[in-house]
Structures are given as structure tokens and as C-alpha cells.
């Protein structure tokens, strides 16, 4: 699950640095407030991207999908991105924790019985 979720926590690092640069000159907000509402995001994106396997770090994710959706007020075309990376981010989840499990049953196959 880890690697799955990683990517699209990445993938969503790229995107709200480039819709920062869209809401700085369209929609009349300050750009310090542009830059630190999407200057957080991305920081917590990567920092998902390190704890992922702890309790909690899936609701966080949820959140900033959430989060990433509600962007579309200030950018429109986020209510397309936020709902395209938060389908990725269920499809992770949901795919990664079947690749974990598959993974746990090979591996107790494979260990020695004594």
C-alpha cells in the first residue's frame, strides 16, 4: 500500500504546486495566502508519504482529497483534478492493502514450519 499511496501523494505534490501558480494570478487572493495554504498541502503530502503504514495516515489522506476537491472554489479545474486524484487515492488504498495481504499469505507459505 505504501508504494501505491507514495505516488499519488507525489503526483498531488505536482499538482497543488501548479495550481498555486493558477490561483496567484487568477483568483485575487494575496499570494502569501496562495503559497501558504498550498505550500501546507504539499508539505503534507510528502509527509504522508512517510508515515502512511501508521494509524491515521488514511484519514489524513482522505482529508487532504477533501481539501484538494474544495480547491475547485478558487480553481475550477480542481474540482476535476481533486476528484480524479481522489479516485487514485481510493484505488490505492483499496488495491494496496489486497497487495499487502497477498503478499502476508505468501510469506507465510513460504516460512519454515517447525
Not at 5 to 34: D, K, N, R, W, Y
Not at 35 to 40: E, K, L
Not at 52 to 57: D, S, V, Y
Amino acid at each position: 500500500m505504501r508504494t501505491l499511496c507514495a505516488s499519488t501523494l507525489i503526483g498531488e505534490f505536482f499538482v497543488i504546486g501548479f495550481a498555486g501558480l493558477v490561483a496567484m494570478q487568477l483568483s485575487g487572493l494575496p499570494a502569501g495566502t496562495v503559497w501558504a495554504v498550498s505550500g501546507t498541502a504539499m508539505v503534507l503530502c510528502v509527509l504522508l508519504c512517510g508515515v502512511i503504514t501508521r494509524p491515521g495516515a488514511v484519514a489524513a489522506g482522505w482529508v487532504l482529497q477533501a481539501a484538494l476537491v474544495a480547491s475547485g472554489f478558487v480553481v475550477p479545474a480542481m474540482f476535476f483534478l481533486g476528484t480524479v486524484f481522489a479516485a487514485l487515492w481510493w484505488a490505492a488504498v483499496h488495491y494496496g492493502r489486497k497487495v499487502d495481504a497477498i503478499k502476508a499469505a505468501r510469506a507465510q507459505e513460504a516460512a519454515p514450519t517447525a
